[in-house]
């Protein structure tokens, strides 16, 4: 079978690029195809992200932090809140949560890698192609202005005439398509690759809530490419989609978009429900209480998500039935929350707690997501909504639950799986300072804007007068986003002081938290091919059976050390998925068409010939090293075909090594 | 504590296992599991698409109303084509899957010829409909109509090319029996197309339309 390899080495046809070899250097993190990897440059990049969604925050605190503030003109501070949103949304909390999926999720399952390797780098790189494309609205000095909801038509061409909505557009629909991507790789990953014995009802809790939140992005992230390319074509080809001057329809777009943006916020909040329900357990030395009603009541928000879209519309004349019944289902889309709550509460219950730092961080998610969860439920109550509809009480709401809900279990997961990830812990005093420096600044910064919301202060206004009561509140709520952002200094600082003591440290040892989920059967830092061998799942918590029997008297004892049940990473033949350069190229393409549809579609002739070439490259690319004697089959439409080396390596003489060369 | 585990997807020893699916979690391969979840996420892309249109079919202002314009006969011919092309891909399948690699050619030829027709179809419609006035900027209608319609041409054409693609693996020589599993793939997003076309053609065409 080698000579039909090496005839059909098609890099080799195609003659511009050779298959990559590196695994070191700057070479290795553009071509690799290792889930860790890409796991790890989802959160570099989101974290980089970050502190730039970071500064628009402190800019849109300093502005409102005196009555008439001058820091931003009006015009700025739109395109600063609107950029704000949209930085924290799409280029920080979701791949964030990608990371800690990316990671994660094949060693929870006892996977060697994602199903489709080379897909997961490509959904990486078009993630990181279009928040660049977004951020790049800076420089061109013509960010978008119309919020991170964008309603039509106060963003087509009438009321927003420059390039910023076109920006805006086309930058999401280029981080949805690799939100699509990974999220169609993940789900094939969960069903189709999980160890022996692991049914779905043994999957940990985090593998669950990750494969809601794909099924989510499955279905809503078409919804919204659907809206961003009505909102395109309005602005750039003369579509009526969102002109009621020509008799459309201004609601379209609201609808169109809350189908979508309802389920995100769950995509938001998921990963971190999934982290915790981790986290908690592990801090409170006992089993999760009520697994299935853990794992059903996220199926079920998963459903309810899609039926409460229209509580974002209560002020929009949706009519009186309309707004009946979605403020019924939004009080029942309480429920399943509750219930995690409750459940979260009844782990800790009777359990020796030690309050670690990823202990703190996940109480306070509980604590946290339960005031944002109450203020929620009050937006049900539709005639108490229509008062707070687009006040302050909506924004200290949303950044209960997705600061408080999503970014702080995010950051429970930092510590907790440090240690996973980069072979030692992140230091436990600066990161109780981290953690108290941003609870403390959180709560003082959103707090207030409770209170402010209910005495009518607007969103979105750049400025307001001095006499309505909202300066003090407006002040303590600035000087708490400063204390917010030394935490996160303070979280940076101990990234880089944790490493360098690691430097001459003893390493941190096999189960540094007497874990209990699979993850923890290799070695810290994880080997590059995950596991020596496949793990046998008996039982929910399996790492955690491993390690502790009862006794003759019905006690748990310790019947085994981590040494004597984790892996010891030494396995040499094991067979990795090899590096590519075409999910690189596929995405370096895309901003180009991206430039070509705004500005003279001659752009699109480079952008499209790169992913033209990437796509027919990654196909007659053998999945494999042609030295790994291995072929996979392949299919058309996407440039999908990447089954996972590991499991098919030792049946090359069966397989043809061609691909099948189709679109 | 540990006795020796096989590896987690034992080897395989042949391909039509791994067409198969065997040692997955579902019993379907990667790549069809792949292209049906590809699929339902294309469920919803075309839902947001045919819910436009329905809000905006009576909405078309001073240009020609749908009721006017449509060409019921014709639009029905080429669906049928379209239509005619899934049993042609189904046989496309079962030729290859017996090792009939010439008629799998003739099939796939076929197929991609069918497409090619409706596309075609779609084009004469579309310049006819210019001509008598609907512009895609005419009415939300007709902005409505051109995106859904377009939007699923461009699905039928991307399939062609797909097709082709096959058939050129075809001629070279590499498209067997033990890869009918690609053939099989290419053929489920196909026949969801038609799928799709023929909620199309019920929503916009069958369906009593609004006249002017």
């Known amino acids: ?663 | 504590m540990r006795p020796p585990r096989p590896l987690r997807r034992p080897p395989l020893a042949d391909t039509a296992a791994v067409s198969h699916g065997h040692g997955t979690g579902t019993g379907l391969s990667d790549n069809k599991l792949l292209m049906w979840v590809f699929l339902g996420s294309e469920c919803l892309l075309f839902g947001g698409l045919i819910s436009t249109y329905l809000i905006y079919r009576s909405r078309f202002g001073d240009g020609p109303a749908p009721g006017d314009i449509f060409d019921i006969p014709f639009t029905s011919v080429s669906s049928f084509v379209l239509l005619m092309s899934s049993l042609t891909m189904v046989l496309a399948l079962s030729a290859l899957q017996r090792g009939d690699i010439r008629n799998n050619r003739i099939w796939l030829l076929t197929t991609a010829l069918l497409g090619s027709l409706f596309i075609g179809g779609q084009v004469y419609e579309f310049t006819t409909f210019v001509r008598e006035g609907l512009g895609y900027s005419t009415s939300p209608f007709s902005s409505a109509f051109f995106t859904l319609t377009g939007f699923h041409g461009v699905h039928v054409s991307l399939g062609i090319l797909m097709l082709m693609s096959l058939l050129i693996s075809s001629l070279r020589g590499t498209l067997t029996t033990e890869r009918s599993e690609t053939v099989e793939i290419v053929g489920l997003y196909w026949h969801f197309v038609d799928v799709v076309w023929i909620f199309i053609f019920t929503v916009i065409y069958l369906v009593p339309s609004p006249t002017s």
């Open chain 1, 1 to 663: 079978m080698s000579d039909v390899t090496e005839l059909e080495t098609p890099g080799g046809s195609i003659g511009v690029y050779t298959r990559p070899k590196a695994n070191t250097g700057w070479r290795d993190w553009i071509t690799t195809v290792d889930h860790k990897k890409i796991g790890i440059l989802y959160g570099a990049t989101a974290m980089f992200f970050f502190a730039i969604g970071g500064l628009e925050a402190l800019l849109i605190r300093l502005q409102l932090a005196t009555p008439d503030g001058t820091v931003l003109g009006a015009d700025t501070y739109n395109r600063v809140f609107t950029m704000h949103g949209v930085t924290m949304v799409f280029l920080v909390i979701m791949p964030l949560a990608a990371a800690f999926a990316n990671y994660l999720l094949p060693l929870q399952i006892g996977a060697r890698d994602v199903a489709f390797p080379r897909m997961n780098a490509l959904s990486f790189w078009i993630f990181l192609a279009g928040g660049l494309f977004l951020n790049m609205a800076w420089i061109v000095g013509d960010a978008p202005d119309g919020g991170w909801f964008a309603y039509a038509p106060n963003t087509g061409m009438i009321f927003s005439p420059g390039k910023g909505m076109d920006y805006y557009a086309i930058g999401l629909q280029i981080t949805g398509i690799a939100s699509l991507i990974s999220a169609m790789n993940l789900i094939v990953t969960v069903l189709n690759m999980r160890a022996p014995g692991m049914t779905l009802f043994k999957m940990p809790v985090f593998t669950w809530m990750i494969l809601v939140v794909q099924f989510l992005l499955l279905f809503a992230v078409p919804v919204i490419t659907v809206a961003l390319f009505l909102l395109l074509f309005d602005r750039n080809f003369g579509a009526n989609f969102f002109n009621p001057e020509m008799g459309a329809d201004p609601l379209l777009w609201q609808h169109l978009f809350w189908i979508f943006g309802h389920p995100e916020v769950y995509i938001l909040i998921l990963p971190s429900f999934g982290i915790i329900s981790e986290v908690i357990p592990t801090f409170s030395r006992k089993p999760l209480f009520g697994y299935p009603f853990m794992v059903f009541s996220g199926i079920a928000i998963g459903f309810m998500g899609w039926g409460v879209w229209a509580h974002h519309m209560f002020v929009s004349g949706i009519g009186p039935i309309s707004v009946a019944a979605f403020s019924v289902s939004t009080m029942f889309i309480a429920v399943p929350t509750g219930v995690k709550i409750l459940n979260w509460l009844a782990t800790m219950w009777g359990g020796r707690i030690r309050f670690n730092t990823p202990m703190l961080f996940a109480s306070g998610v509980v604590s946290m997501f339960t005031i944002g969860g109450l203020s929620g439920v009050t937006h049900s109550l539709a005639p108490a909504d229509t008062q707070q509809t687009d006040t302050y009480y909506i924004v200290a709401h949303f950044h209960y639950v997705i600061f408080g809900g999503a970014l702080l279990g995010i950051f429970a997961g930092f510590y907790f799986w440090w240690p996973k990830v980069f072979g030692h812990l992140l230091d436990e005093k600066w990161g109780k300072w981290n953690f108290w420096l941003m609870i403390v600044g959180f709560n003082m910064t959103f707090g207030p804007m409770h209170i402010l919301g209910l005495q009518g202060m607007s969103r979105r206004i750049d400025s307001y007068s001095p006499g309505f009561g909202f300066e003090f509140w407006n002040m303590f709520a600035s000087i708490g986003a400063f204390i917010i952002a030394v935490g996160v200094v303070v979280f940076m600082v101990n990234v880089v002081i944790s490493a360098r003591r690691a430097r001459t440290a003893p390493p941190v040892g096999l189960d540094p938290w007497d874990a209990r989920s699979p993850e923890w059967f290799s070695p810290n830092p994880t080997p590059a091919h995950n596991f020596d061998e496949d793990i046998q799942i008996n039982s929910l918590d399996e790492f955690w059976h491993r390690k502790y029997g009862e006794d003759e008297d019905g006690r748990v004892v310790r019947v085994a050390t981590a040494e004597e049940v984790c892996q010891d990473g030494s396995a040499t033949d094991t067979h990795l998925p090899s590096p590519s350069y075409w999910p690189v190229v596929l995405a370096a393409g895309l901003p180009f068409v991206g430039f070509g549809l705004m500005y003279t579609l001659w752009f699109c002739v480079p952008g499209g010939a790169l992913v033209l070439m990437a796509i027919y490259g990654w196909i007659f690319e053998p999945v494999d090293d042609p030295d790994g004697p291995h072929g996979h089959g392949g299919h058309g439409d996407e440039p999908t075909e990447d089954p996972p080396s590991e499991e098919r390596a030792d049946d090359a003489s069966a397989e043809t090594t061609e691909e099948a060369p189709v679109g």
